[in-house]
């Protein structure tokens, strides 16, 4: 099954990010509502029809369609996003090969899924049940992702639960480009094929 990479850049857009607000949560202590909220949504949305879908529209992802433009281009300006990337990258290798863990999450979200739809997946209730499924479930997993920030910040329960929240998000994405026949290869083999596909979307 041959998808363009139009599609596959989408879903590295959408890893960076929910790691771009990562980030920035770790450092400042809050996420960008309108950046987090397509991400966050992502997680939801398991029966998308296309990558768009899953992400609300490319247009939603521009954040991170920059950051990948920068990263392909070499004028990324946080050598810690790449490090994340390629760390969730490999943790979700691992985590696709655990069939219990891979229940467990799918489980999980659907149990959720109805308060986000109440009340919308940026919600801290939602957030918080977010970031403990990851807590109990992915974060158990080789490698560890460990995020860097303000201990003031990071020592907050809300502020670990939305970024654990946004590390789950980061692995949908990396699923999802997995899926759509990504892989690291590319990252040497096809870089300039993969910022052309980024500029389409960005126009």
């Keep these: 099954m041959s998808h363009s990479y139009d599609d596959r850049v989408l879903a590295l857009a959408g890893l960076a990010q929910s790691l771009q607000q990562v980030r920035r949560i770790a450092e400042s202590g809050q996420s960008h509502t309108a950046a987090a909220q397509p991400v966050l949504d992502s997680v939801f949305r398991i029966d998308a029809d296309s990558p768009g879908q899953v992400y609300g529209g490319s247009r939603m992802l521009a954040p991170g369609l920059r950051a990948l433009a920068d990263y392909l281009t070499n004028r990324g300006e946080d050598p810690l996003l790449p490090r994340l990337a390629l760390a969730t990258l490999q943790l979700e290798r691992r985590f696709s090969g655990e069939p219990g863990t891979l229940a467990a ?10 308060r986000a739809e109440a009340h919308g997946s940026i919600h801290p209730d939602v957030l918080s049940a977010l970031g403990g499924l990851y807590a109990d479930t992915i974060s158990h997993l080789r490698p560890r992702i460990m995020v860097q920030g303000n201990p003031h910040y990071l020592g907050q329960a809300g502020v670990v639960s939305e970024i654990r929240a946004l590390l789950l998000a980061a692995v949908r994405s990396a699923m999802l480009w997995r899926q ?7 990252f040497l083999l096809a870089r300039r094929a993969m910022a052309e596909a980024v500029q389409r979307h960005l126009g």
Excluded: D
Aim: no cysteine; proline share 6%.
């Design 180 to 186: 759509l026949g990504g892989s690291q290869w590319q």
């Design 105 to 114: 999450v799918g489980n999980g979200i659907a149990a959720i899924a109805p």
